[in-house]
């Protein structure tokens, strides 16, 4: 019987350094989703007015808004 419980307890210890990887996909996974919801918010949905209110009137910000939105990214950086 004890030695039922040592390998349970070893087989249970032993998924451990498995669980970053786990938890390191599961946070990409949830940001990346995170980054797409933002920018189609920012190039798709955003109303005229609010537009307006936030880069039309700056111009370096106006052209970051029309970089990023002309060529929208599946991920960050890019890849």
Do not use: F, H
Not at 3 to 17: E, F, N, Q, Y
């Amino acid at each position: 019987m004890n030695k039922l419980i040592a390998l349970a307890v070893l087989a249970t210890l032993g998924g451990c350094p498995m669980l970053p990887a786990a938890v390191d996909v599961a946070e990409e996974t949830a940001a990346t989703a995170v980054v797409q919801s933002a920018e189609r918010t920012i190039c798709r949905n955003i109303p005229v007015g609010t537009w307006r209110r936030l880069y039309g009137s700056n111009p370096v910000r106006a052209q970051a808004w029309r970089e990023l939105c002309a060529n929208p990214v599946e991920t960050p950086g890019g890849a």
